[in-house]
């Protein structure tokens, strides 16, 4: 059994992020799903709680027909130290095959640690960006057609528009 990790922050989770999960599934028996600055929320960058983050990801997926025993999402708060981060990691996901990430630093850091690193690929990139959705939130444009709808429900329900544009004040 092949278990896959894959790094993000899903602020907020969209309809890209759901292409590489089930690209990943193809490739991987399980996928551990980490989300990021899991400890940051109410700002510009990170409008969205790792709770909350946590309730998109699974409402997609639910809404995907993924099944639950495909996929673990797990809470990553960030600890500000590179040469301790891929333990932190591991401190937090059940033992994992293969990561699957963008990020160059995150990269190195996971081979440096002799664990096999893919690059997922992207999915119109230039459409799907959690900058650029909450861009869109924010100057009121359409936001929902870039996210699954269970998503777009979460956001809806903990009012998560009005939130993000009333942080912007306070960024």
């Keep these: 059994m092949t278990t896959g990790l894959l790094l993000g922050r899903y602020q907020p989770f969209h309809n890209g992020h759901i292409e590489v999960v089930k690209k990943i599934l193809e490739e991987c028996d399980l996928l551990v ?16 709680t790792g709770g909350e983050r946590l309730s998109m990801i699974s409402e997609a997926l639910a809404d995907e027909g993924v099944p639950l025993h495909r996929y673990i999402i797990v809470p990553i708060p960030d600890i500000h130290n590179n040469g301790l981060w891929v333990a932190h990691v591991k401190a937090f996901c059940p033992p994992f095959d293969v990561v699957y990430t963008r990020n160059p630093l995150s990269k190195r850091l996971f081979d440096e640690a002799g664990i096999k690193v893919r690059q997922q690929p992207l999915y119109d990139r230039h ?12 100057k ?20 998560g ?8 004040g306070t960024d």
């Design 161 to 168: 528009v009005e939130r993000l544009k009333s942080v912007i």
């Design 33 to 48: 799903i980490t989300v990021g600055s899991a400890q940051d929320s109410h700002t510009k960058e990170n409008p969205f």
């Design 127 to 138: 459409k799907y960006s959690g900058t650029k959705i909450r861009e869109r939130i924010l």
């Design 140 to 159: 009121g444009g359409d936001w929902e057609g870039l996210v699954p709808k269970g998503v777009a429900r979460v956001v809806k329900k903990i009012g």
